[in-house]
């Protein structure tokens, strides 16, 4: 099973790969650097060296970048062109750091009416860009939004996915906006519907990884508020599913949660979904 977080790269990418390795991770999420500003993501050789050797003594696979909070690929001016430079740089890290690619939140039309197909355009175009300027073996993933944000919608998300036609443009779908947007996939048959319908829409071979969260919101609430698992609003029971059913089990599973301590993902969350993938279903 592939199970790990996102954790800090403070005071060096490699200090994220202890602390995964420390709570009994297996696999990993990063930012690049600070996720609140426009700075280049880069390493020096040293700490790309250490970055390299620790990955391989732990046995930390896959790594994912998620991408910096300020990135919206929908808007026309000087954010949309910031988005794209920024991601451009990020792959070209990715490569050097043999990271898989980046998650991406699309962002905001920023209009309350449905979107049109010029403000659709102007997406696509940005994420052609990246992809045309960026190494070919990283991925561009598209996270789900709980928050009434693009692919908030699993129409839309399969919109986007099929526009673009690419096979480096993957999916990553996070359970606690899944649930703010109003999809539960706690039983069986509620499970299996869904896959259903993202294959129709989307396509089950673009689905690369799961963020896994519990929420404190109620479901389609559009409140986008992580808590652990256990302790929220989800019934456990989906994660169960989640970590047994062959449509999903062997995908990697990221945790984003406060932590019980609140001091981020930690060991108790990550022996939480060992222990779903080992319980059968009718608990």
Known sequence: MKVGAHLSIAGGFHYSLDKINEIGGNCLQIFSQSPRNWGTPEINEEQLAIFKKKRNDYRIDPIYFHASYLVNLADSENIGKKSVIYLIQEL??????????????????????KPTIKQYDILFSHIQEILDHSPENTLCIIENAGNKKICCSLEELGFIVKMLNYKRVEVCLDTCHLWAAGYDLSTPELFQRYFDSFDKYVGLDTLE????????????????????????????????????????KDKPMILEVPGFDKKGPDQKNIATMKMYAENNLTK
């Open 92 to 113: 070209a890290l990715a490569n050097k750091m043999n990271i898989m690619g980046t998650i991406i939140h699309l962002g905001s039309f920023r209009s309350k009416d």
């Open 209 to 248: 990884l799961f963020q896994v969260n519990d929420s404190k919101d109620d479901l389609g609430s559009y409140r986008d508020r992580h808590e652990n698992l256990g302790e929220g609003n989800i019934p456990q029971n989906e994660f169960r599913l989640l970590t047994t059913n062959p449509i999903t």
